[in-house]
């Protein structure tokens, strides 16, 4: 049974987990190279990570550069960017491109709390939904091997326990994440 248990918090953790990987693809204002996670290069055919074709540094609190080892995929990670959800604009100089982040207005720092607080719902939900069928397991399971109710309560205690940890968690996460927005 504390098997079954730890399955389903580790499914927790990865609910937090993708939180937090969500949460560094915000920017708040601040150059951040993990805003680039997610964008692939177009790298002889195949869609490559940014991280794999070149150098990416912040060499300033608003600037990202992009130094790609082959100055002929320059063309290709321009594209890439612009395609890209971040609403920047590269520059290229022929040898790396620029990305510089204007500051935020109020009115977008809100918007992006807002986007904070949405995430952070959707990591409750789907923290309360492995509860749910860890519930639904152990009382199966608890069925099956003729375990005793108070026995069976025991152990979805401790699933609760876990899930208000885990709320917990998420909580603080959206409340960082909020402050750090907001902070200007």
Same mark, same amino acid.
């Given at each position: ?22 949460? %560094?693809? &915000? ?12 964008? %692939? ?6 869609? +490559? ?39 920047? %604009?590269? %520059? ?45 397991? &152990? ?7 003729? &375990? ?14 876990? +899930? ?21």
């Amino acid at each position: 049974m504390e098997e079954l248990i730890m399955t389903y918090e580790d499914k927790m953790e990865k609910s937090l987990d993708n939180l937090y990987g969500e949460y %560094t693809s &915000i920017r708040a204002g601040r150059a951040n190279p993990h805003i680039l996670d997610k964008i %692939t290069v177009d790298y002889y055919g195949s869609p +490559t990570p940014l991280q794999q074709v070149g150098n990416i540094s912040v060499p300033e609190a608003r600037m990202i550069v992009i130094q790609p080892w082959e100055a002929s995929i320059l063309k290709d990670i321009e594209k890439a960017l612009l395609m890209s959800d971040l609403g920047l %604009t590269p %520059t290229n100089d022929g040898k790396m491109i620029r990305l510089v982040f204007p500051e935020l207005t109020e009115e977008r720092r809100k918007e992006l709390v807002k986007d904070v607080k949405k995430k952070g719902e959707n990591a409750k939900v789907a923290v309360r939904n492995i509860r749910r069928d860890a519930m639904d397991a &152990i009382k199966k399971k608890g069925k099956e091997d003729g &375990i005793s109710e108070d026995e069976i309560k025991e152990y979805q205690d401790d699933v609760q326990k876990s +899930t208000d940890k885990y709320v917990a968690k998420i909580d603080a996460a959206v409340e960082e994440k909020s402050k750090e927005i907001l902070t200007v």
